[in-house]
């Protein structure tokens, strides 16, 4: 985000410029991490954490052709395989071995957390320039998933989660997690009683669910 900042920076008429919006404005807000459960009973406590939100796959990890089956092949055998979340700074986490694997800087993440989003609310009107500065910067940019604010309707993920019944047909499952997220951007949705889901908002970025 800072190296964003600073190719943002470079331009006249940067909207960073108008917005009173520098550099060294920018810090961590939230951390990834890479959690390493030793027993299944550490595992149970990391899931249970609902604000937490921890998954079985990286978060860059790209998902398409995912089967829904997935062990780092480092883990030991016999441990649950390592779990990855985002987490707020200052976040109690709970008290399992994990690893930094980057810092983050979204301040606009966490609706409940209002002193965040009212101490960083200059970059609310620049935040999509520099969102796309930053995943250009990271090699991470896809015309066909970028989804421009212009446009009155942003990507917003939506599905159904079934399975055949020989009598029902095709039943709906109720109360599935799915996940949504594109690169660090983590997000959980469940599903209803007919087994469809539809994410809160829009987002900016297709993102990849399982």
């Given at each position: 985000m800072r190296l964003a900042c600073k190719e943002l920076e470079k331009s006249p008429e940067s909207s960073l410029s108008k917005a009173g919006v520098t550099e060294a404005q920018i810090e961590t807000t939230h951390l990834y991490l890479k959690f390493i459960p030793k027993t299944f009973e550490e595992l149970r406590m990391l899931e249970a954490d609902t604000i937490l939100n921890v998954v079985p796959v990286p978060l860059t990890y790209d998902l398409e052709g995912f089967d829904g089956v997935y062990r780092d092949p480092e883990c030991p055998e016999g441990q649950p395989t390592y779990q990855y979340a985002v987490a707020r700074i200052g976040y109690q986490l709970p008290k399992v071995e994990y690893e930094v694997l980057d810092s983050l800087f979204m301040p606009f993440e966490d609706d409940y957390d209002k002193e965040a989003i009212s101490k960083h609310s200059k970059f609310r009107s620049i935040w999509d320039d520099l969102e796309l500065e930053s995943v250009k910067l990271t090699g991470n940019y896809s015309?066909?998933?970028?989804?421009?604010?212009?446009?009155?309707?942003?990507?917003?993920?939506?599905?159904?989660?079934?399975?055949?019944?020989?009598?029902r047909g095709e039943v709906g499952v109720p109360n599935v997690r799915v996940h949504v997220n594109f690169s660090t951007h983590s997000h959980n949705f469940y599903t209803n009683e007919d087994g469809s889901f539809e994410a809160n908002g829009r987002y900016t970025w297709s993102r990849h669910s399982s």
């Open positions: 015309e066909e998933d970028y989804n421009p604010p212009s446009l009155s309707k942003r990507y917003h993920p939506s599905g159904k989660v079934t399975y055949v019944d020989d009598v």
